[in-house]
């Protein structure tokens, strides 16, 4: 069984930064890409960023030049620094890992989302 347990959400001000992370823990032989989502009231849910595990990344382009997604691979862990953050942002943020378990099964797993606000 794999988990995705993702932190950092909060309430911030229009400008300000946060970061989240998400961490997989269980039965993994090795994960592929890693990536966030995000969906806000009323909205579909939508490609954020992604990072191999090579590390090539790849963002939406409504955040790029403003988000940054890291890695650990040691620790099975992706950030998401979100800097210059804007009212438009607010949404629940997922994370989400493609993966193979240690029996050797290609999965997709979720984590349970963080609400990220940003007030102006």
């Known amino acids: 069984q794999v988990q995705l347990v993702e932190s950092g959400g909060g309430l911030v001000q229009a400008g300000g930064s946060l970061r989240l992370s998400c961490a997989a823990s269980?039965?993994?032989?090795?994960?592929?890409?890693m990536g966030w989502y995000r969906q806000a009231p009323g909205k579909q849910r939508e490609f954020v960023a992604l990072i191999t595990s090579g590390g090539s990344t790849n963002y939406a382009d409504s955040v790029k030049g403003r988000f940054t997604i890291s890695r650990d691979n040691a620790k099975n862990t992706v950030y998401l620094q979100m800097n210059s953050l804007k009212p438009e942002d607010t949404a629940v943020y997922y994370c989400?890992?493609?993966?193979?378990?240690?029996?050797?099964?290609?999965?997709?797993?979720w984590g349970q989302g963080t609400l990220v606000t940003a007030s102006s």
């Open positions: 269980g039965t993994i032989s090795s994960i592929n890409a």
């Open positions: 989400n890992a493609n993966l193979v378990s240690v029996t050797f099964r290609y999965l997709e797993n």
